[in-house]
Protein backbone atom coordinates (compact mmCIF):
# COMPACT_ATOMS: atom_id res chain seq x y z
CA UNK A 1 0.00 0.00 0.00
CA UNK A 2 0.98 3.60 -0.91
CA UNK A 3 2.37 5.23 1.97
CA UNK A 4 3.76 9.25 3.04
CA UNK A 5 5.51 9.34 6.61
CA UNK A 6 6.55 12.28 7.85
CA UNK A 7 8.41 13.66 11.17
CA UNK A 8 8.26 15.33 13.09
CA UNK A 9 4.39 15.46 13.90
CA UNK A 10 4.95 19.04 15.62
CA UNK A 11 7.47 21.33 16.29
CA UNK A 12 7.55 24.36 18.44
CA UNK A 13 10.91 26.99 17.06
CA UNK A 14 11.68 30.58 17.92
CA UNK A 15 11.21 32.89 14.99
CA UNK A 16 14.03 33.97 13.05
CA UNK A 17 15.35 30.14 13.58
CA UNK A 18 15.83 27.51 10.43
CA UNK A 19 14.00 24.30 10.90
CA UNK A 20 13.86 21.30 8.34
CA UNK A 21 11.12 19.16 8.06
CA UNK A 22 10.67 15.15 6.44
CA UNK A 23 8.91 12.97 4.20
CA UNK A 24 9.16 9.35 3.59
CA UNK A 25 7.37 7.91 1.04
CA UNK A 26 6.93 4.83 -0.17
CA UNK A 27 4.31 5.53 -3.25
CA UNK A 28 4.74 3.14 -7.09
CA UNK A 29 5.19 4.77 -9.66
CA UNK A 30 6.51 7.73 -8.72
CA UNK A 31 5.33 10.81 -11.09
CA UNK A 32 6.23 14.22 -8.46
CA UNK A 33 6.08 15.09 -4.87
CA UNK A 34 4.70 18.37 -3.69
CA UNK A 35 4.22 20.28 -0.18
CA UNK A 36 1.63 22.36 0.62
CA UNK A 37 1.15 24.53 3.47
CA UNK A 38 -2.11 24.89 5.49
CA UNK A 39 -3.20 27.10 7.46
CA UNK A 40 -5.36 27.24 10.52
CA UNK A 41 -9.59 26.67 8.69
CA UNK A 42 -7.85 26.78 5.72
CA UNK A 43 -7.41 24.78 2.50
CA UNK A 44 -4.11 23.63 1.55
CA UNK A 45 -1.58 26.05 -0.88
CA UNK A 46 1.20 24.79 -3.22
CA UNK A 47 4.64 25.47 -1.87
CA UNK A 48 6.41 23.31 -4.20
CA UNK A 49 6.23 20.55 -6.76
CA UNK A 50 9.47 18.10 -7.70
CA UNK A 51 9.77 15.73 -10.19
CA UNK A 52 11.80 12.27 -10.21
CA UNK A 53 14.82 14.48 -12.12
CA UNK A 54 14.65 17.50 -9.70
CA UNK A 55 16.88 17.59 -6.46
CA UNK A 56 15.76 21.08 -5.29
CA UNK A 57 13.25 23.38 -5.86
CA UNK A 58 12.95 27.05 -3.86
CA UNK A 59 9.59 29.38 -3.42
CA UNK A 60 10.95 32.48 -1.15
CA UNK A 61 12.39 31.07 2.32
CA UNK A 62 11.06 27.73 1.22
CA UNK A 63 13.37 25.06 -0.13
CA UNK A 64 12.64 21.93 -0.70
CA UNK A 65 14.71 18.70 -1.44
CA UNK A 66 14.15 15.44 -3.46
CA UNK A 67 15.65 11.98 -3.32
CA UNK A 68 14.21 9.50 -5.45
CA UNK A 69 16.65 7.06 -5.01
CA UNK A 70 15.87 7.02 -1.21
CA UNK A 71 12.65 8.07 -1.42
CA UNK A 72 13.03 10.94 0.91
CA UNK A 73 12.07 14.40 0.75
CA UNK A 74 12.39 17.64 2.71
CA UNK A 75 11.48 20.57 3.51
CA UNK A 76 13.85 23.67 5.05
CA UNK A 77 12.61 26.71 6.22
CA UNK A 78 14.80 29.53 6.47
CA UNK A 79 14.41 32.50 8.92
CA UNK A 80 11.01 31.86 9.85
CA UNK A 81 8.32 34.10 10.83
CA UNK A 82 5.17 33.88 13.32
CA UNK A 83 3.07 33.69 9.40
CA UNK A 84 5.10 30.49 9.11
CA UNK A 85 3.08 28.74 11.90
CA UNK A 86 0.97 26.34 9.76
CA UNK A 87 0.50 22.53 8.65
CA UNK A 88 3.05 21.15 5.95
CA UNK A 89 1.87 18.62 4.04
CA UNK A 90 3.80 15.80 1.77
CA UNK A 91 1.80 14.46 -1.05
CA UNK A 92 3.56 12.40 -3.46
CA UNK A 93 1.47 10.91 -6.94
CA UNK A 94 1.97 7.91 -8.98
CA UNK A 95 0.93 10.74 -12.19
CA UNK A 96 -2.74 11.16 -13.65
CA UNK A 97 -5.31 13.10 -11.38
CA UNK A 98 -6.84 13.49 -7.82
CA UNK A 99 -7.31 9.17 -7.73
CA UNK A 100 -3.23 9.01 -7.67
CA UNK A 101 -2.28 10.86 -4.69
CA UNK A 102 -1.15 9.85 -1.38
CA UNK A 103 -1.57 12.65 1.35
CA UNK A 104 0.67 12.36 4.63
CA UNK A 105 -0.10 13.38 8.00
CA UNK A 106 1.37 16.55 8.11
CA UNK A 107 3.86 18.17 10.19
CA UNK A 108 2.44 20.71 12.48
CA UNK A 109 4.92 23.57 13.21
CA UNK A 110 4.33 26.94 15.70
CA UNK A 111 6.72 29.94 15.16
CA UNK A 112 7.32 31.34 18.90
CA UNK A 113 7.70 35.23 18.93
CA UNK B 1 -11.76 35.82 -9.57
CA UNK B 2 -12.55 34.11 -6.60
CA UNK B 3 -10.87 30.29 -7.10
CA UNK B 4 -12.96 27.65 -5.38
CA UNK B 5 -15.83 29.00 -2.86
CA UNK B 6 -17.19 26.20 -0.11
CA UNK B 7 -20.57 26.85 1.26
CA UNK B 8 -21.18 26.27 3.93
CA UNK B 9 -18.53 27.04 6.58
CA UNK B 10 -19.64 25.26 9.28
CA UNK B 11 -23.02 22.80 9.68
CA UNK B 12 -24.08 20.51 12.44
CA UNK B 13 -26.44 18.14 11.32
CA UNK B 14 -28.81 15.14 13.21
CA UNK B 15 -27.97 11.88 12.79
CA UNK B 16 -30.17 10.88 9.78
CA UNK B 17 -30.43 14.28 8.12
CA UNK B 18 -29.30 14.74 4.43
CA UNK B 19 -27.54 17.90 3.17
CA UNK B 20 -25.83 19.16 0.10
CA UNK B 21 -22.00 21.10 0.80
CA UNK B 22 -21.54 23.15 -2.02
CA UNK B 23 -18.50 23.13 -4.47
CA UNK B 24 -18.04 26.05 -7.37
CA UNK B 25 -15.11 26.97 -9.12
CA UNK B 26 -14.68 30.00 -11.68
CA UNK B 27 -11.42 29.11 -13.34
CA UNK B 28 -12.95 26.88 -15.88
CA UNK B 29 -10.96 23.66 -14.80
CA UNK B 30 -12.08 20.35 -16.13
CA UNK B 31 -11.00 18.90 -12.96
CA UNK B 32 -12.65 18.48 -9.32
CA UNK B 33 -12.32 16.60 -6.22
CA UNK B 34 -13.93 16.32 -2.58
CA UNK B 35 -11.58 15.38 0.18
CA UNK B 36 -12.16 14.55 3.98
CA UNK B 37 -9.59 15.27 6.58
CA UNK B 38 -9.79 14.11 9.93
CA UNK B 39 -7.26 14.53 12.76
CA UNK B 40 -3.85 12.64 12.45
CA UNK B 41 -5.01 11.71 8.80
CA UNK B 42 -4.18 12.49 5.69
CA UNK B 43 -6.37 13.84 3.22
CA UNK B 44 -8.16 11.09 1.73
CA UNK B 45 -10.29 11.30 -1.48
CA UNK B 46 -14.38 10.50 -1.63
CA UNK B 47 -15.01 11.52 -5.37
CA UNK B 48 -13.81 12.91 -8.22
CA UNK B 49 -15.05 14.26 -11.46
CA UNK B 50 -13.19 14.97 -14.73
CA UNK B 51 -15.32 16.80 -16.42
CA UNK B 52 -19.27 17.61 -16.83
CA UNK B 53 -21.43 14.58 -16.76
CA UNK B 54 -18.42 12.37 -15.20
CA UNK B 55 -17.83 11.09 -11.82
CA UNK B 56 -15.99 8.56 -10.23
CA UNK B 57 -15.17 6.96 -6.75
CA UNK B 58 -12.57 7.84 -4.89
CA UNK B 59 -11.17 5.61 -1.52
CA UNK B 60 -13.92 6.51 0.91
CA UNK B 61 -16.95 7.19 -1.42
CA UNK B 62 -19.59 5.61 0.33
CA UNK B 63 -22.15 7.44 2.24
CA UNK B 64 -22.09 10.61 -0.18
CA UNK B 65 -23.22 11.14 -3.61
CA UNK B 66 -22.02 13.72 -5.85
CA UNK B 67 -22.90 14.79 -9.40
CA UNK B 68 -21.59 16.84 -12.08
CA UNK B 69 -23.82 18.85 -13.93
CA UNK B 70 -21.89 21.84 -15.39
CA UNK B 71 -18.30 22.46 -15.39
CA UNK B 72 -18.24 25.09 -12.45
CA UNK B 73 -20.34 23.11 -9.68
CA UNK B 74 -18.79 19.82 -7.70
CA UNK B 75 -22.06 19.15 -5.24
CA UNK B 76 -21.03 16.50 -2.58
CA UNK B 77 -24.42 15.10 -1.11
CA UNK B 78 -24.61 13.39 2.24
CA UNK B 79 -27.78 10.96 1.84
CA UNK B 80 -28.29 9.81 5.78
CA UNK B 81 -25.83 11.67 7.82
CA UNK B 82 -23.52 9.18 10.40
CA UNK B 83 -21.65 10.82 13.45
CA UNK B 84 -18.77 8.65 11.33
CA UNK B 85 -19.02 11.40 8.74
CA UNK B 86 -17.75 14.23 10.98
CA UNK B 87 -14.97 15.76 9.57
CA UNK B 88 -13.64 18.92 7.39
CA UNK B 89 -14.35 18.65 3.39
CA UNK B 90 -12.01 19.93 0.98
CA UNK B 91 -13.22 20.56 -2.64
CA UNK B 92 -9.96 21.07 -5.02
CA UNK B 93 -10.33 22.22 -8.47
CA UNK B 94 -7.42 20.96 -10.94
CA UNK B 95 -5.17 22.52 -13.86
CA UNK B 96 -2.99 20.91 -16.30
CA UNK B 97 0.41 22.32 -15.16
CA UNK B 98 3.29 20.86 -17.36
CA UNK B 99 3.10 17.74 -17.22
CA UNK B 100 1.00 16.58 -14.33
CA UNK B 101 -1.90 18.77 -12.07
CA UNK B 102 -2.04 21.45 -9.85
CA UNK B 103 -4.52 21.61 -7.00
CA UNK B 104 -6.38 24.60 -5.46
CA UNK B 105 -8.15 23.79 -2.51
CA UNK B 106 -11.58 25.66 -1.56
CA UNK B 107 -11.24 26.78 2.20
CA UNK B 108 -13.38 23.78 3.31
CA UNK B 109 -16.60 22.88 5.51
CA UNK B 110 -16.43 22.12 9.29
CA UNK B 111 -19.50 19.11 9.60
CA UNK B 112 -20.34 18.14 12.74
CA UNK B 113 -22.98 15.03 13.36
CA UNK B 114 -24.41 14.52 16.26
Known amino acids: KNQVEQSPQSLIILEGKNCTLQ??????????LRWYKQDTGRGPVSLTIMTFSENTKSNGRYTATLDADTKQSSLHITASQLSDSASYICVVSEGGGADGLTFGKGTHLIIQP | NAGVTQTPKFQVLKTGQSMTLQCAQDMNHEYMSWYRQDPGMGLRLIHY???????DQGEVPNGYNVSRSTTEDFPLRLLSAAPSQTSVYFC?????????????FGSGTRLTVV
Open chain 1, 23 to 32: CNYTVSPFSN
Open chain 2, 92 to 104: ASSYVLGGYYGYT
Open chain 2, 49 to 55: SVGAGIT
